[in-house]
């Protein structure tokens, strides 16, 4: 393992002792014949996959059910016993809901590929004292890395010598600004986000060069690390999966026990044993609805389509309905809750009074849409020539690109530039081909300035931009629109005020300044950098999205909390989060988190608060405290540093645009549109599906235990045998499946996003489902049996069984407009708004009429025709079913109308 090779974390040492720890040379790099060896010893730098599930073990999963050894069981006694055709079509419905199952879980784990991914394939190094490129996979510890703007960091390193390097980190760490690394060596303590003296795999240099030598590969990589979170993340069970799986075992205990009851008391009364064994296949065939796992896969997979027009789509069936669930969402800041594209938003020019003007900057991002505003009115920057000068300075003082590409603005280097070049093209400012640049000053982490030396009509102009508090003492004149005037102590004052309180609000501040000198100057630094003139300040900042603070309301008003966890700054966070709408309390960084036990923690919990400079433990840690609590999570992001939490959350959501490769394999559900909004109407889409899937269960359940209590009063009363097995299955599966599938297409039913949650721990099923389920299925099953005896005392046994047959399925079709909606009577969600239940009503009874008709299926169904009269009867004794369930649900919305 290479974290042998270290008794203290690199960063800690001094550049010496690191390149004697690893034996190498920051001017000759490795020996080739010293890499090769090190290539064995350590391996290729690439991340591995620990552990792989077989398509085999899912598929075989599928078949490890209690329903499913019933049926299967079913099935053997019917071939037993000669009834091959029955045990044929049992057969056929076990391999079918198989393989439903099977395609909604074959689905590969490919976080580990998409982590890959994020390394170059090429890098430079130095080797036998020579720069040579290689590929990413042969770079082993002690290589010297030579990097530069542009390139992906190839693996974990150790910073040796740099010039003006910063690196965008924010896939891994979540900081939105570029970071500035040197080489000094750093604490034991410092975070993740603080080691400035080193570089990491998959991150991108966005300004200078460097060289670093290679600490960590592969897996013992940062990278390496998260990609190892992402796979010992164990995927729990959704909540629908679970209740589903309780509600077949229940059934399969009645299943058992109903059938065994049953026939043993239908042999103790003399019934014949062939019978009664086929009477308990009905019993137990009736009792298990072998279309629910059909039924729920495909309302879930209609529901995928629904989501997709909501700009959401998921990667798991059941992630809708889990969504719907949802009672915490934890959301990244960067990229998520902000656009991740730094934006120019306010500038502070002088005036000649000695006080500052304060413009306004609209637009967001990249895109050069937008305009110079102050209280409301637009600026007219033509003639505004202190706005002027100033962008024009923080232009030319500029490494970074924007550019437009595929109706996409794109940037190229450091973000907080690029944010300056976007505010001179709201000007329609560009950078001139006359200009000629003599000499430039660049950024570091000591100077905290960067000094570009223009040469214009035959003198120099020196343009800088940096820290306030490094330049603010420079600065003795102020430009007032034409001339340069002296800079006061009270207007020194007045910036330094100013830019404190922008800092505040979670703006990144850069003062810009300039300065006129004759050709024949010293261009030193010192003596460039001095009696500088005031052209203002720039607030920068990662804008929120547009979107989000009505997204927020709206969750908050479904009952659902908020948490920001971000790897930015603290002060930053806060800002963002008031900017929203969110009402944080405190603020946690990763280091306290780190320090408060899981007692505190769930404490913290419990109030509105951000957490900010978070790892991807942190973030692991507060998902797993959360569903601790019994909150449903869904964990939103972006980054390479948010794959764990998504994978561990009840539902993770990547950002689809966006978002990094790694955390959209890792996610339940993909944001096209990367709006957060997109996730309150991913929400409405699961309590729709869930309300859908509670009006198909109970419908469901309310034929099959019509169809009990049909078959068991039948055998009881020591009639001959009601409904055969394959009838059963016809109704089951044929007849009630379609209705099902419909019910699962109802619309959103009013309110549902003004009710809390429905609670991880709540029954599918509620005492009043129960009581309803057993209500209406009483009905149906008598009414079968009333049916059945008529035909016994008036026609043959073959036309009695055939009534019994359609009568039920009559009952059990009428019965499905009882659940089109499980608080609203007809009138109010309107009779035709949902058309698939008419249709599918329609076709089912269709298919009825020909099982009676057509000859080759009334003899594999074992029916006769039936005349007008009959018919007359059958709906006349199903209409009831439906009468009275909707004058009760009538009544109860006039006392309570939603």
Same mark, same amino acid.
């Given at each position: 393992m290479q974290t042998k090779l270290w008794k203290r974390p690199p960063f800690t040492m001094s550049a010496k002792e690191i390149l004697s720890l690893l034996k190498t040379n920051l001017d000759t790099g490795l020996p080739t014949e010293e890499a090769n060896k090190r290539l064995e010893q350590f391996g290729h730098n690439t991340?591995?996959?620990?552990?792989?599930?077989?398509?085999?073990?899912?598929?075989?999963?599928?078949?490890?059910?209690?329903?499913?050894?019933?049926?299967?069981?079913?099935?053997?006694?019917?071939?037993?016993?000669?009834?091959?055709?029955?045990t044929i079509v049992i057969v056929m419905i076990v391999l079918l809901n198989g393989v439903l199952g099977f395609i909604q879980e074959m689905k590969a784990e490919k976080s580990i590929e998409a982590l890959r991914k994020m390394v170059n394939p090429h890098c430079v190094v130095i080797r036998d004292g020579e720069q040579i490129t290689i590929s990413a996979e042969d770079v082993v510890p002690g290589d010297i890395l030579f990097l530069e703007m542009g390139d992906r960091v190839p693996a974990d390193a150790r910073i040796i010598e740099s010039i003006n390097l910063k690196v965008d980190e924010s896939t891994l760490t979540g900081e939105s600004v570029s970071v500035l690394k040197n080489t000094e060596a750093l604490p034991e303590n410092t975070p993740l986000a603080k080691q400035s003296n080193m570089v990491f795999m998959g991150t991108v240099v966005t300004n200078g060069r460097a060289k670093a030598v290679v600490t960590a590969t592969g897996m013992n990589s940062e990278l390496g690390r998260i990609a190892y979170l992402t796979q010992t993340v164990s995927q729990e069970k959704s909540n629908l999966q679970k209740k589903l799986a309780k509600v077949g075992k229940q059934l399969a205990i009645l299943s058992i026990a109903v059938s065994v009851f049953v026939t043993i008391i239908g042999i103790i009364t003399g019934k014949p044993i062939i019978e009664m064994l086929l009477a308990g296949i009905s019993l137990a065939v009736a009792v298990v609805p072998e279309g629910l796992p059909a039924v729920v896969t495909i309302t879930l997979a209609l529901g995928i389509r629904a989501m997709v027009k909501r700009k959401a789509l998921l990667r798991r069936l059941s992630a809708a309905e889990t969504l719907g669930s949802a009672s915490v969402i934890c959301t990244d800041k960067t990229g998520t809750l902000t656009k991740n594209e730094m934006t120019v938003k306010k500038i502070l020019l002088p005036r000649e009074d000695h006080t500052l003007e304060s413009i306004e900057v609209t637009g967001n991002g990249y895109d050069p849409k937008g305009h110079f505003e102050q209280k409301g009115e637009r600026v007219d920057y033509h003639n505004h020539s202190r706005l002027k000068t100033l962008l024009q300075s923080a232009m030319i003082c500029n490494h970074a690109k924007v550019s437009k590409e595929n109706n996409e603005w794109k940037a190229i280097g450091e973000p907080t530039e690029a944010a300056l070049i976007v505010a001179a093209y709201k000007a329609w400012l560009s950078k001139g081909e006359e200009e000629k640049i003599i000499s430039e000053f660049s950024f570091n982490s000591d100077r905290k300035r960067m000094s570009v030396i223009e040469q214009r009509n035959n003198q120099y102009l020196v343009h800088t931009k940096g820290a306030?508090?490094?330049?603010?003492?420079?600065?003795?004149?102020?430009?007032?629109?034409?001339?340069?005037?002296?800079?006061?102590?009270?207007?020194?004052?007045?910036?330094?005020?100013?830019?404190?309180?922008?800092?505040e609000q979670g703006l990144r501040i850069l003062l810009i300044a300039r300065r006129t000198l004759p050709l024949n100057s010293s261009l030193s630094p010192d003596e460039v950098e001095k009696e500088l003139t005031f052209l203002g300040l720039v607030g920068i900042m990662d804008p929120p999205r547009e979107e989000g603070p009505k997204a927020i309301e709206v969750a908050r008003k479904a009952h659902i909390r908020i948490f920001m966890i971000t790897g930015d700054a603290k002060e930053t966070a806060l800002a963002i989060a008031k900017q929203i709408g969110l009402e944080p309390k405190?603020?946690?960084?990763?280091?306290?988190?780190?320090?408060?036990?899981?007692?505190?923690?769930?404490?913290?919990?419990?109030?509105?608060?951000?957490?900010?400079?978070?790892?991807?433990?942190?973030?692991?840690?507060?998902?797993?405290?959360?569903?601790?609590?019994?909150?449903?999570?869904?964990?939103?992001?972006?980054?390479?540093?948010?794959?764990?939490?998504?994978?561990?959350?009840d539902i993770g959501i990547a950002m689809g645009k966006r978002g990094t490769?790694?955390?959209? !394999?890792?996610?339940?559900?993909? *944001?096209?549109?990367? $709006? &957060?909004?997109? +996730? %309150?109407?991913?929400?409405?889409?699961?309590?729709?599906?869930?309300?859908?899937? !509670?009006?198909?269960?109970?419908? *469901?359940?309310?034929? $099959? &235990?019509?169809? +009990? %209590?049909?078959?068991?009063?039948n055998i009881l009363w020591r009639g001959p045998l009601i409904l055969l097995p394959v009838q059963i299955l016809w109704m089951n599966l044929v007849t009630d499946g379609m209705t099902a599938i419909a019910l699962g297409l109802e619309p959103a039913e009013k309110g549902v996003m003004d009710r809390p949650p429905h609670k991880p721990q709540e029954a599918i099923l509620s005492k009043k489902a129960m009581f309803i389920i057993l209500a209406l299925g009483?009905?149906?099953?008598?009414g079968t049996l009333f049916i059945f005896h008529y035909g016994l005392k008036n026609f043959s046994l073959e036309k009695a069984q055939t009534l019994a047959f359609t009568g039920i399925i009559v009952l059990e079709k009428i019965n499905v407009f009882n659940f089109r909606s499980l608080r609203q009577p007809m009138y109010t969600i309107g009779f035709l708004s949902n058309p698939y239940v008419l249709i599918a009503w329609t076709i089912t009874v269709g298919l009825q009429v020909l099982a009676v008709y057509v000859p080759f299926l009334q003899k594999a169904l074992h029916t006769v025709a039936l005349n007008v009269q009959d018919w007359l009867l059958l709906f006349l004794i199903g209409i009831p079913i439906f009468a009275v369930t909707e004058f009760i649900k009538m009544i109860s919305h006039r006392k309570k109308p939603i």
């Open positions: 991340l591995k996959s620990i552990r792989k599930e077989r398509w085999y073990h899912i598929l075989l999963r599928q078949f490890v059910d209690v329903l499913i050894f019933i049926l299967l069981a079913a099935a053997i006694v019917s071939w037993l016993i000669g009834e091959k055709s029955d306030p508090e490094v330049l603010l003492p420079r600065i003795t004149r102020i430009f007032n629109g034409e001339n340069e005037i002296p800079f006061t102590e009270e207007m020194r004052q007045k910036v330094d005020n100013a830019y404190r309180e922008l800092a405190t603020a946690i960084t990763g280091t306290e988190i780190d320090s408060l036990s899981d007692a505190d923690l769930k404490d913290i919990l419990k109030e509105e608060a951000v957490f900010a400079r978070t790892t991807p433990e942190h973030k692991l840690r507060l998902v797993k405290l959360l569903q601790e609590q019994d909150k449903v999570v869904a964990m939103t992001g972006d980054g390479v540093n948010d794959a764990p939490a998504l994978k561990k959350a490769e790694v955390a959209r !394999q890792a996610a339940d559900m993909i *944001l096209t549109d990367d $709006n &957060f909004a997109s +996730i %309150v109407g991913a929400i409405e889409e699961g309590r729709r599906e869930y309300d859908n899937i !509670q009006k198909f269960i109970r419908y *469901l359940l309310s034929s $099959n &235990f019509g169809e +009990i %209590v049909a078959i068991a009063l009483t009905y149906i099953g008598l």
